[in-house]
């Protein structure tokens, strides 16, 4: 998300340069009216405004070129940014996203009542001793019951053990390749920053460019 507002505000700041270019070039056209210099107006101050206004309407469609770079240059910078870096964020999301749901998946499937079974067996067991010691002429039938329950609930505990067993071998697994992942991390921000130096080194040439050009042109006074 700070990703992503970071790359709309770059957008925003694109769009105010092409607002800047717009207010120049619409000041190129009106400002006669304020500082007459045209060639065809002899007036005392057409003649005194002349050279200096000319030399300022040169730097200001200099400025005007600056912003209008800057503007593309911040285009460019901000489709590489979204078309790449943006989407390795957003798929390093989903990968913990992804990490999140199957320990959630796990900690459902886990869910056995192995201690129950345990308890019952026991209990069951205690009971089949009993019975084994007692005379009772049903205690035959009984105890071949409480076997077969026995065997049943200690067959279960091993089906769930296993179960157990493979859920967590499972998410071992799914875990273990979840540890790439973590070069995804370098991968992204060692990409946003090659590009960021890139097109900064584009902005900073253009700065340069038009310090070189306006400061020593511009003049400041009669």
Not at 97 to 103: H, K, P, V
Not at 119 to 145: P, V, W
Not at 150 to 172: M, T, Y
């Amino acid at each position: 998300m700070l990703v992503e507002r970071y790359e709309k505000r770059q957008q925003q700041v694109a769009y105010d340069n092409g607002k800047f270019v717009e207010m120049i070039k619409g000041f190129l056209l009106l400002n006669g009216s304020l500082y007459p210099h045209s060639e065809e107006d002899s007036s005392i101050i057409g003649n005194n405004n002349k050279d200096d206004m000319n030399s300022i309407n040169d730097s200001l469609d200099r400025v005007s070129g600056f912003f209008n770079k800057s503007s593309q240059v911040l285009i460019d910078e901000s489709y590489a940014i979204n078309t790449s870096v943006l989407e390795k964020f957003k798929n390093y999301l989903d990968y913990l996203y992804s990490l999140q749901e199957l320990f959630e998946r796990s900690r459902k499937l886990l869910a056995n009542n192995i201690t129950q079974l345990q308890i019952r067996i026991h209990d069951n067991e205690q009971k089949y001793n009993k019975l084994s010691s007692d005379d009772a002429d049903i205690k035959g039938s009984e105890l071949a019951k409480l076997r077969q329950v026995i065997i049943n609930d200690k067959q279960e505990i091993f089906q769930q053990l296993n179960k157990d067993w493979l859920i967590k071998d499972c998410v071992l697994e799914e875990y273990l390749m979840f540890q790439e992942t973590q070069y995804l991390i370098s991968e992204m921000w060692v990409e946003w920053c090659k590009g960021r130096y890139k097109f900064q080194d584009k902005i900073f040439e253009l700065h340069d460019n038009l310090n070189n050009e306006v400061v020593n042109d511009m003049p400041l006074s009669r």
